[in-house]
């Protein structure tokens, strides 16, 4: 009983397993750095584009100029008269048909403050090429003293001058417009007001 108890074998009991913990969940891979930008970037950018800006203009003013510079010098300054500095062009032969050589003369002046206009030049400029291109074409309608005034004036090159200047350069200085504006409307005011004391000194005599 006793050899038969000790050969027995109990049975073996399950070995309890203990439980594992869950992996730890692995951190995502870290972003690359962004790359900085320049320092200078910022404070090179609107210069340059400044620049671009000026260069584009400058170039779009100078292909108008060309435009009403070759019509100008056709009406202008054609040719040069021989033993002096003085150049010649064909508005005052065309200026001899009525009417024909005021027509294109203003049509040409009209261009040309047009332009200026779409280029926004100075206001004071803009006045100064029109009274330059009413002095020209008001002139050139008296018989051969407007081509006689036309030839020494010619109002079509200074404006095409003053365009260069403020399209090339909308920092130009202005002074000298404003001085002529002003010198040549006050030259008007005292005109028409010493009309109006003449007039009333007339009339002051024929009625008393």
């Known amino acids: 009983m006793h050899a038969t108890d000790s050969g027995r074998h109990a049975p073996a009991r399950p070995s309890a397993t203990v439980p ?18 320049p320092a200078s970037s910022s ?29 100008a010098f056709l009406l202008d300054d054609l ?18 048909v009525p ?14 403050v047009l332009e200026a206009a779409r280029f926004r ?3 004071i400029v803009l006045v100064r090429m029109v009274m330059n291109a009413l002095v020209d074409f008001g002139v050139g309608l008296i018989p ?16 095409i001058e003053l365009f260069h200047r403020h399209a090339v350069d909308p920092g130009a200085d202005t002074t000298g417009s404003k001085a002529l504006v002003v010198g040549v409307v006050a030259v008007i005011v ?15 005599t024929v009625v008393g």
């Open 20 to 37: 594992t913990a869950p992996p730890a969940p692995t951190a995502p891979p870290a972003a690359p750095p962004r790359a900085a930008p």
């Open 43 to 71: 404070r090179v950018a609107p210069y340059a584009v400044a620049h671009t800006d000026q260069a584009r203009r400058s170039q779009r003013a100078l292909a108008a100029e060309r435009r009403i510079g070759r019509a």
């Open 79 to 96: 040719v040069r008269i021989p033993g002096t500095g003085m150049r010649l062009g064909i508005d005052p032969l065309i200026g001899l």
């Open 99 to 112: 009417f024909l050589g005021d027509a294109v003369s203003g049509l040409m002046s009209a261009w040309i």
């Open 121 to 123: 030049l100075p206001k």
């Open 144 to 159: 051969f003293v407007g081509d006689i005034v036309d030839f020494g004036f010619k109002g079509n090159r200074r404006n």
């Open 190 to 204: 005292g005109v028409v007001w010493l009309l109006f004391v003449l007039l009333g000194n007339l009339l002051s």
